[in-house]
């Protein structure tokens, strides 16, 4: 089923940055739909929902409750049916460890929240204009961090 928007989903639990996110994508006034999410077991059982619609970008924060965003990552690459998602890791943290962790695991993109709104417009802009299908094909660790 073709759509004329681009399908964002957000699993944060933190309610600022859910709100920071939203109102970044509004003022962007890019054709989206924003759905999300407040901790991992609740995306999981949106994601393995066969009335689901996948989402373009899936926008997954680390430190979640119920189920982590490491746990949401491995399944949802072990996943047939999600393994095609585009995810772009979106935490706090900006540890190597986490990562690279989230690199091995098989995440497109790691994006440290920015806390200026400014700079959050900007790198969500660049998020839902890269070309996944080609960013996914030549990924290295090089363009795995994204920074402005």
Wanted: glycine share 4%; with cysteine.
């Amino acid at each position: 089923m073709q759509t004329d928007y681009i399908h964002i989903i957000l699993a944060d639990d933190d309610e600022d940055d859910i709100l920071f996110f939203t109102d970044a994508f509004d003022e962007l006034k890019i054709n989206t739909k924003v759905n999300t999410f407040k901790d991992g077991e609740e995306l999981m059982d949106y994601l393995n929902d066969d009335q689901s619609r996948m989402p373009n970008v899936l926008f997954l924060d680390l430190n979640m409750p119920k189920k982590t965003g490491i746990e949401c990552l491995k399944e949802i690459k072990a996943s047939h049916k999600m393994s095609e998602i585009a995810i772009a890791i979106y935490s706090t943290s900006a540890s190597e460890e986490d990562i690279e962790k989230t690199f091995v695991l098989g995440a497109n993109i790691y994006i440290k929240k920015p806390g200026d709104f400014k700079k959050l417009k900007k790198l969500l802009s660049e998020v839902v204009s890269i070309n996944w299908q080609y960013h996914t094909n030549g990924l290295n660790k090089d363009n795995f961090l994204l920074s402005l």
